[in-house]
């Protein structure tokens, strides 16, 4: 699995973003597959609502969720490195620069 320095940057998620503590389990790879029935919509959809429901535990103070779903987000990039987050990739008029 990928460490959570390299899930940070993949994921595009702040410090205050990262709970430590929690050692992946079965219970996190049956979570990973439930978000998985979504890959028909592509990688970075199922990146982004990992990351959207990570960050709703975080506002709303669900810690462990947040911090179980942190370890789903390694999973997942681990199994899909080319998922991640590339923020300096902009379209201008339908082009890629």
Known sequence: MISLTQCMVLGGLGSDETILGVAPCARHHSLLLS????????????RDMIIADLR???????????????????LFF?????????????????KLL
């Open 35 to 46: 978000y998985l029935f979504n890959l028909k919509r592509g990688l970075a959809f199922v």
């Open 56 to 74: 709703s535990s975080i506002d709303i103070g669900a810690m462990q969720q947040a911090a179980d779903l942190l370890v789903v987000l390694r």
């Open 78 to 94: 681990s199994e899909y490195p080319e998922a991640a987050y590339v923020p300096w990739l902009r379209l201008v008029k339908g």
